[in-house]
């Protein structure tokens, strides 16, 4: 059996245990005690977190239907530009009553526990590869220098020396095909 400890993603539900039918809504702002995400961005430590909770008892335990709003900042994959977004998600898990049956999520000492519901919902919904903005350009390959329009590509004429006796060559203009080079054959047959 776990351990009861109290944080910032412990939810009281005393008030709903073993009474189907009954619901609460509540809402919850969550200072994230660690960082949510790593990689380009993420949902920093020290943030404030809002999460709005409809909790419904049932037979088997409470349904939680959770709608989480938190601010993300890190920088664009492409030119570095510190960026801001708010990340948006929405679950909903059943907590079980402790029983010889077991539940993923339980509700241990009347509370239930969101942390890693919280964490897993956040972390999946930040983006791989984040960008500034849609037709973000990047930077200039040569000097880094962040680019505001996407360059122009031009076909780089870069020839390997090995093939420089075919550089002359010209193709010819008389274009045929299988069926005249066969009627010409056999004319000449007859």
């Not at 709903?16 to 949902?43: C, F, K, Q, Y």
């Not at 077991?102 to 972390?123: K, N, Q």
């Not at 999946?124 to 200039?140: E, H, T, Y």
């Not at 004429?157 to 420089?164: F, G, I, T």
Request: glycine share 6%.
């Amino acid at each position: 059996m776990t351990k009861f400890k109290k944080t910032p993603y412990t939810v009281d539900v005393r008030d709903l245990i073993n009474r189907p039918g009954t619901m609460h809504e509540r809402h919850l702002d969550i200072v994230v005690p660690d960082e949510l995400g790593a990689g380009l961005v993420s949902v920093k430590e020290g943030s404030s977190l809002g999460a709005d909770l409809r909790l419904e008892a049932m037979h088997e335990g409470i349904l939680a239907t959770i709608s989480v709003v938190a601010p993300a900042s890190g920088e664009c994959g492409r030119c570095l530009k510190e960026i801001e977004f708010r990340v948006r998600v929405e679950f909903t898990e059943l907590f079980g009553y402790p029983q010889e049956e077991a539940f993923e999520f339980e509700i241990v000492d009347d509370h239930i526990d969101i942390e890693s519901l919280v964490r897993d919902a956040v972390v999946m919904s930040l983006p791989f590869q984040p960008l500034c903005r849609r037709d973000c350009a990047g930077l200039d390959p040569e000097t880094g220098e962040r680019l505001t329009e996407p360059p122009e590509l031009e076909p780089i004429e870069a020839r390997d020396p090995r093939w420089s006796a075919l550089a002359g060559f010209q193709a010819s203009t008389d274009i045929s095909t299988d069926d005249d080079i066969q009627a010409e054959t056999h004319r000449e047959e007859k």
